[in-house]
């Protein structure tokens, strides 16, 4: 069975470019968290949907940051414009039922110059 | 406030020996579960194990035990009989079920080095 595929795996840019993260979940599973891993801050809830609907985007950073699900087999992650302290591993993960583990994609490493 | 906690950033053991990472949380929720996972060099997440909140007995998964001290509020990882292969970024998290959300919140790990 495929697991969680996200795109790009690597990307550089430079600052004040448009990214875009991109996540497929595991076929079947309705919730969605995009996590974003750094050394210093360590691994961090973007936002979780559940059945395509943004339930917590708390740990947004800000406005720069936004996040969609139109259907269930997809979901992206937009930095505009993005800026170095961007520079992190950000990671999609899925789930099928409300209290099961999560399967993580292989992360989008992201670095903005 | 949802919290968890590991204190060791890093931890040496010797191939063969068995090892405990600590793992502390804080909910005021009835209902949890808290997990494990391990992040090799390589980058991705591997989910090792799951307890619940009123799970009456310590999850097991092959060499990989949680010993659940819920008075403590404590879900050590106990790995037995350490592998080279273990060596790798271990995750405590937490599903913090408060109000509608069931996200999952993560300690910021610790480091496990196994020896030859």
């Known amino acids: 069975d495929a697991g969680v595929i996200q795109s790009p795996r690597h990307e550089v840019t430079e600052m004040g470019q448009e990214v875009t993260l991109r996540c497929k979940p595991i076929s079947g599973h309705n919730s969605l968290f995009w996590y974003r891993q750094t050394m210093m801050r360590g691994l961090e809830l973007l936002i979780y949907?559940?059945?395509?609907?943004?339930?917590?985007d708390s740990g947004m950073p800000e406005d720069r940051f936004s996040a969609k699900m139109p259907n269930a087999s997809f979901s992206t992650l937009k930095i505009q414009p993005s800026e170095p302290r961007d520079s992190a591993v950000y990671f999609c993960?899925?789930?099928?039922?409300?209290?099961?583990?999560?399967?993580f994609g292989e992360g989008s490493r992201l670095t903005v110059l | 406030a949802q919290k968890i906690t590991q204190t060791q950033p890093g931890m040496f053991v010797q191939e063969k020996e068995a090892v405990t990472l600590d793992c502390t949380y804080d909910?005021?929720?009835?209902?949890?579960?808290l997990f494990w996972y391990k992040q090799p060099s390589s980058g991705e997440m591997i989910f090792l194990i799951y307890q619940g909140s009123y799970d009456q007995q310590n999850a097991t998964e092959g060499r990989y035990s949680l010993n659940f001290q819920k008075a403590r509020k404590s879900a050590n990882l106990v790995i037995s009989a350490s592998q080279l292969g273990d060596s790798a970024m271990y995750f405590c998290?937490?599903?913090?079920?408060?109000?509608?959300?069931?996200?999952?919140?993560f300690g910021t790990g610790t480091l496990l080095a196994v020896q030859p």
């Open positions: 949907f559940n059945n395509n609907v943004p339930i917590d």
């Open positions: 998290a937490m599903r913090a079920s408060g109000g509608a959300t069931n996200k999952l919140i």
């Open positions: 993960a899925s789930r099928s039922s409300e209290v099961g583990e999560l399967f």
């Open positions: 909910t005021s929720d009835p209902s949890y579960g």
